[in-house]
């Protein structure tokens, strides 16, 4: 057992060694790497909670959209559901429908709802999908990234091999090891960023799928409730916040 913890720690010791003599061009291609899987983490944790949030919001604010069932008392409540995406799609729908009920007394223009709700659709995945695009350049650049180092590392080994005029694996063994610790280094930045890319974007296409939902819902109620009504629309115009 303790054999085996000697080893463990020297090849933990061997390995810092290693990146510590490594040739400063081979340094900085770490360092690289090592920056883009940090901010690659903390861009993950981010946006786990972001889109935990806006799920569990957006779940909460549809239960009471369709328990209420009346618009005008929606908008009286949407503060205690923010920052739910389908709340921003709510107030844009809302606001294009007091304004026409306003001046109309009804509906005027169906289609003028359902692009300001695609609208506020469009801005909430933009919201949503921010620093997405760092998790995709990571996932595709870290590796190429490390292979460079890789065979920067792999030409300065053979290089010197030539010079000294050996070629024995003892000799090109250790040049070679720490050229490869490159191209480890970039697939443990690009394989987390892209399991994350994936599994976010899939959460995002998910929330997206349940806007479009909800713009159905939204302008039917709308509809029902004031397509052909000639009277003049009472309520305020919601207060955008």
Not at 221 to 231: H, I, K, V
Request: hydrophobic fraction near 50%.
């Amino acid at each position: 057992m303790m054999n085996e913890a000697l080893a463990s720690s020297g090849a933990g010791d061997g390995l810092l060694d290693m990146v510590l003599h490594a040739s400063l061009l081979a340094q900085i291609v770490l360092l690289v790497l090592l920056g883009f899987s940090i901010l690659s983490w903390a861009i993950a944790f981010s946006k786990n909670g972001m889109l935990k949030q806006a799920r569990r919001k957006d779940v909460m604010f549809l239960k009471a959209f369709r328990r209420v069932g009346k618009l005008a008392d929606m908008n009286a409540a949407t503060e205690q559901y923010r920052p739910a995406p389908l709340v921003s799609m709510f107030e844009f729908g809302y606001e294009e429908l007091a304004r026409q009920v306003n001046k109309y007394g009804r509906i005027r223009s169906g289609d003028a709802i359902e692009r300001v709700m695609r609208l506020a659709a469009n801005e909430e995945t933009s919201r949503l999908s921010k620093h997405m695009g760092w998790l995709a350049t990571t996932a595709s650049a870290a590796p190429f990234i490390g292979l460079f180092g890789t065979v920067w590392g792999v030409l300065e080994s053979f290089r010197g091999l030539g010079a000294a005029g050996g070629a024995t694996l003892r000799a090109v063994a250790p040049g070679i090891a720490e050229a490869l610790i490159a191209t480890a280094f970039g697939l443990f930045a690009a394989i987390p960023a892209l399991i994350f890319y994936n599994y976010f974007s899939q959460q995002i296409r998910e929330i997206r799928s349940r806007m479009e939902d909800f713009g159905l819902e939204f302008y039917n109620l709308a509809e029902r409730d004031y397509g052909e009504d000639d009277g003049v629309y009472e309520q305020t115009r919601p207060v955008r916040r």
